[in-house]
């Protein structure tokens, strides 16, 4: 009963903290919209007044149904290309059809999952040169003093500085009868690869650089082979630190993408925001607000995304990850 | 003959921003079989400098170390290591920290149910068979340095070296480990080289004391044979009058032969009035 009570005081206690919580955010939005709306009032740009939220509501409304809308129309499309094929073979079975793939323009929603797709090839590019990179540079001290200027030469560039040469070298060497990925997603996903290589490869350094020397000692002793040494006392350790370096690149390889899809040409949010920078229309500047809210919010999601994988693949369960 | 372990001429200088610490010199120790050598010595006097040398983690700059007729160069699972702070994988369980090292030495030997018995018997050796399956964070710092004494008894070791093995565990704890060390030493009749600040704990467990004198270029000043008989009861030994001789002789060295060297100036300091230093003399002379 004492046992029941208490834990009725602590949840009371949480529930208080939450609803704490829950009330400061909501006031922190609130009087954040707000401004936003009295300043956004008093903005007039060639394209119309500047979006507050309300309008940006009203853009969020917009692009929703032209994606319902669109989808209706591709299914309508399929609906019709197959009774037309019905009855061609119906009339003659041996005839020859035709099954043409649906070309509307991509949706707000479409972009949204290119954007993602890019992202996650050019940071899966990434972390298969930088982990390996990182590891192998904090392991050696010789390999570091050879490898270190050059990281250190490259990290600073900006994205755009690299798109050019990307986009030509793209274009010269990936040449293919029938091509898998536009010369645009390839471009601006080698793009993200090289912007968010340099923290995971420097916290990855970091990480195996400060390993244990007991636990190194330890493995001495035993005589554990180099492969091993890493598997199972390296890698554990440097963990934290190499989580630490893909939350970096992750979010780095997100800011990077919008620019890299603006110039290349990437159907995703970069294109999309573009696209509407050069439309011009009295919708274009709410619509641009929508996609820089969609943007942060991916940004946040695939942070808490890391998290959650680090979380999963810590032995610690008990250490706090912010 | 040949002693099983043989420390000859040893010595150990470090090079830092250019100057030359000379640590050890002259070093030379011989080990039977089956011994238990405690090394004593006030810290800073390179007792795990010698102990480093044995193991192969370091590399005596002269000298060196032989055992069974081969010399020393590198670290093997032959000279197995017992850290001061355990030095467990966090991220292994109990069993798998022991398996490690089983899994290594026993490669070719054992086949995997043998390998499985084997470092369950060890954990049993040191009564942690109960906690196989737990984390190192999960058990008491005693607990962890018994696994790391499992771990190292698991390799089968020609010398089990020991940092302090107990020096960071209170004084029940360590009295408890203690004999669980006794018991295995006088069933395994592994030879033991461990390294200690706690002269009761030396006398009561060792065959011969090395006694170290302080550094730069330390060395070897004294060795005390212990011939107690053993098993060995730290309850009737109290009142011995062997134990208490030999701990006695300890002492003698330690404090007044060679006295940790930070002490000198420490008693200068004590030889004015207590509590009172030069400026308050003054301030009650003027006031008189």
């Not at chain 2, 010698?50 to 069974?68: D, E, F, H, K, P």
């Not at chain 2, 212990?226 to 300890?250: K, M, N």
Request: charged content about 20%.
């Amino acid at each position: 009963m004492k046992l029941f009570e208490l834990n009725w005081q602590t949840g009371a206690m949480f529930k208080r903290r939450m609803l704490r919580t829950l009330t400061l955010v909501g006031i922190g939005m609130l009087t954040f919209a707000g401004l936003w709306q009295i300043s956004a009032n008093r903005i007039d740009t060639s394209l119309g007044q500047f979006p507050g939220p309300v309008q940006v509501w009203e853009q969020i409304q917009n692009l929703r149904a032209e994606h319902i809308r669109e989808i209706e129309r591709e299914t309508a499309f399929y609906q019709r290309q197959s009774e037309r094929n019905a009855d061609i073979l119906a009339q003659d079975p041996t005839a020859e059809i035709r099954i043409r793939s649906y070309t509307g323009r991509p949706t707000f929603v479409d972009q949204i999952i290119t954007s993602l797709i890019t992202v996650t090839v050019g940071f899966l590019l990434a972390m298969l040169v930088a982990i390996p990179l990182g590891i192998a540079c904090g392991l050696s001290e010789t390999l570091y003093s050879a490898v270190n200027p050059i990281i250190q030469l490259f990290k600073p560039v900006s994205p755009l500085a690299w798109l050019p040469l990307v986009t030509m070298v793209v274009s010269a060497m990936y040449v293919v009868d029938q091509p898998l990925f536009s010369k645009s997603f390839v471009t601006s996903a080698i793009t993200v690869a090289l912007c968010c290589l340099w923290p995971t490869v420097i916290n990855t350094i970091v990480g195996v650089t400060s390993v244990d020397k007991d636990l190194i000692n330890v493995s001495r002793v035993i005589q554990l082979p180099a492969l091993r040494h890493i598997q199972k006392i390296v890698l554990p350790s440097a963990m934290p630190m190499i989580f630490t370096g893909m939350r970096l690149s992750l979010a780095t390889g997100w800011m990077v993408l919008i620019a890299a899809e603006m110039l290349a040409q990437n159907p995703g949010l970069g294109k999309f925001i573009w696209d509407e920078f050069q439309n011009g229309s009295s919708d274009s500047l709410g619509r641009i607000m929508v996609a820089v809210l969609v943007i942060g919010l991916i940004g946040l999601l695939l942070d808490r995304f890391m998290l959650l994988l680090q979380r999963r693949m810590s032995w610690d369960k008990t250490t706090v990850l912010r | 003959m040949q002693a099983y372990l043989e420390l000859s001429n040893i010595g150990m200088s470090f090079n830092t921003d250019g100057k030359v610490f000379q640590a050890l010199c002259n070093v030379n120790l011989k080990v039977d079989k089956g011994e238990f050598i405690s090394l004593i010595g006030h810290s800073g006097c390179g007792k795990s400098t010698v102990l480093n040398i044995i193991s192969g983690l370091y590399q005596a700059t002269t000298g060196g170390v032989i055992l069974q007729g081969k010399e020393v160069n590198s670290p093997s699972p032959d000279r197995a290591v017992v850290f001061q702070n355990h030095a467990l994988l966090p991220w292994l369980s109990v069993y798998e920290n022991v398996a490690l090292g089983v899994k290594q030495v026993f490669r070719k030997r054992k086949t995997r149910a043998e390998m499985a018995a084997w470092i369950l018997h060890n954990l049993e050796l040191v009564h942690m068979q109960h906690a196989a399956d737990k984390l190192p964070h999960e058990i008491s710092g005693g607990m962890k340095q018994r696994v790391g004494i499992a771990r190292c008894l698991a390799m089968q070791p020609k010398v089990l070296l020991m940092d302090e093995p107990f020096g960071a565990l209170d004084a029940l704890t360590r009295a408890h480990l203690q004999d669980s060390l006794m018991e295995i030493h006088r069933n395994s009749g592994t030879t033991v080289v461990m390294i200690t600040h706690d002269v009761d704990e030396a006398v009561l467990l060792s065959d011969r004391i090395v006694m170290m004198s302080n550094g730069p270029a330390a060395s070897i000043g004294e060795i005390l044979n212990v011939s107690l008989p053993r098993p060995r009861d730290r309850l009737a030994l109290a009142e011995d009058r062997d134990f208490i001789h030999a701990r006695h002789e300890v002492l003698q060295f330690l404090y007044s032969r060679h006295k940790f060297p930070a002490a000198d100036n420490h008693e200068k300091k004590l030889s004015a009035p207590l509590g009172m230093t030069a400026q308050t003399i003054n301030n009650r002379n003027k006031a008189a």
